[in-house]
């Protein structure tokens, strides 16, 4: 099989989970690793890997979906916030929008992802003013730090390991 990973990465999460799966498949052939490209990609399938911005993926992300035809894909990604997978899924179709019919989406893969700690100290500095409101939020911020963690990597596993052999 030949195959592409193309991601975008802001913190760092995604790019943890697109060397995960070019480690799964390090016996097939990866014509393509890395971020983002204007190249024409000749792969059985393209794994494409994003960092949650409001509710979807990046704007340059979303550029690069859009031109793709009669590819197989397979989207993963990460978010800081959620754990839910009703949330993960409403993520997932806000992406799925941006993508053309004529692709086959073969797979989806999201896990929750470590936020730098800047958006913390931001979040304690407005508790004081909004304690209700904002300690959720830290504890989500806390919840999230240790992501993605074996047990993520151990689910993308178990996912990829239902994909055909050979695509």
Partial sequence: MKYAIIYSSQTGNTALLAHHIQCY???DECVYYGPITNECIKADIIFIGFWTDKGTCDGPLSEFL????????????TAGFGGSPQYFQTIINNIKSFINPSNQIVGTYMCQGKMPMSIRERYVQLAIENPHKFLPLI?????AFSHPDSNDFQKLTDILSTLPNHM
Avoid: V
């Avoid at 504890?139 to 919840?143: A, M, R």
């Fill in 66 to 77: 859009k031109m793709l035809q009669s590819e197989k894909i397979f989207l993963f990604g």
């Fill in 25 to 27: 498949f390090k016996n």
């Fill in 139 to 143: 504890e989500n911020f806390d919840e």
